[in-house]
């Protein structure tokens, strides 16, 4: 039986790592298999490729950017994603195929529909069974404690509120999207995101 696919979305931020502890916990405790990956990474190859893609010393161009994102997704989908799901269980993976839609789509304005093939190409058509937006305002941003920005997390007000627009845009637009509040406290969040993945547990 081929396992579940669930992401989790959002601005920098936003609270997704958290939220994927809390839920890998909530999973763990029940006893269900669960793989809780993360991109851009997942795979070694991948993590390479994400080490070089958020250093602040790279200044990187938008297409090259694209196709970095790209190829960490290829290898991760292949290495892992489908493995895992092959083998039954539900994945957990922050960020996926809507996050380059906002960041390189929307956010530096790189056309939609070459976006959309490359993420198709990479991904080999696999989608997942639903993503989970957590929304914040860009105010929250720096009022969020972080020891140190990666390089996109560096970027200016402007391009993270381009971000912020794009995923509200794509959760009306697409298929199997929810936007949640992810200005709520985590357990309620959580309460929240549990409700939301019912239909999907055994």
Known sequence: ?????????GPDKSGKSTQAALLIRYLKARRIP?????EPGGSALSE??????????YRV??????????????????ETLRPALARGQLVICERYTLATLAYQGFGRGLPMPMVRQLNHIATGGLK????IVLDIPDSEFDSRPRLKHDRLESEGGDFRKKVRRAYHVLARRERGVL?????????TLHASIVAKLARFLP
Do not use: C
């Open 61 to 78: 161009h938008p297409l090259a950017e694209l196709l970095l994102y790209e190829a960490a997704r290829a290898q991760h989908t292949e």
């Open 179 to 187: 936007l949640l509040n992810g200005r709520e406290e985590p357990q």
């Open 128 to 131: 997942p069974d639903l993503t």
């Open 48 to 57: 390479g490729i994400r080490k070089l893609l958020l250093h602040p010393r």
């Open 34 to 38: 669960v793989l809780h990956s993360r």
């Open 1 to 9: 039986m081929r396992g579940r696919f669930i992401v989790l979305e």
